[in-house]
């Protein structure tokens, strides 16, 4: 490992730093009264296991923002390694935007409302209990109220070094 000096470190250093963590892909989803609304998740992990809480980070100009701020909930759903698609699609690439992204056969509800993928890896769907500003992002903290296994066998989709995959 070579030590440095500080350095100045700009969004593009950051990025390239933060891609040495490997992260399971994730999308985030809420539904309230203008219909369902998701993005991939770049930092969704947990906080605490008593009580069970989660934390989203969301940037300022992500769409979706407003509507887990108005339903009061999110459900991440974590990805299978066959489900780049829709990675790629939740990340903003591809023809599918807002609603039509949910094709109605693949999602789901748990207990509070908001879209889960019934074949994902796992789900945790939580209720928003607070946010926090800062930087140009909202960090939305959520209690977990239900859960989904059901796709615990599946092998992950990997975000690694900006590419996702193995």
């Given amino acids: 490992m070579t030590e440095t000096t500080a350095i100045q470190i700009d969004a593009g250093i950051f990025w390239e730093a933060l891609g040495a963590r490997a992260a399971g892909a994730a999308v985030v ?18 906080l ?18 407003s ?51 019934k074949d994902a890896v796992g789900v945790l769907d939580c209720i928003l209990e607070e946010t926090i500003e800062r930087h140009g992002a909202v960090i939305a903290l959520g209690r977990l109220s239900a859960y989904s296994l059901e796709g615990i066998g599946s092998r992950p989709l990997i975000s690694f070094a900006g590419r996702m995959g193995l």
């Fill in 29 to 46: 989803t809420a539904r309230d009264h203008a219909g369902p609304a998701g993005f991939l998740a770049l930092s969704a992990t947990h």
């Fill in 48 to 65: 605490s296991a008593s009580p069970p809480m989660m934390m989203v980070s969301i940037g300022l100009k992500t769409s979706a923002l």
């Fill in 67 to 117: 509507t887990i701020l108005s339903s009061g909930h999110f459900a991440i759903n974590y990805l299978a390694d066959t489900q780049a698609d829709l990675a790629a699609s939740f990340g903003g690439k591809g023809p599918l935007k807002g609603a039509d992204r949910f094709e109605q056969d693949r999602w789901g509800t748990l207990s509070t409302g908001a879209p889960v993928l």
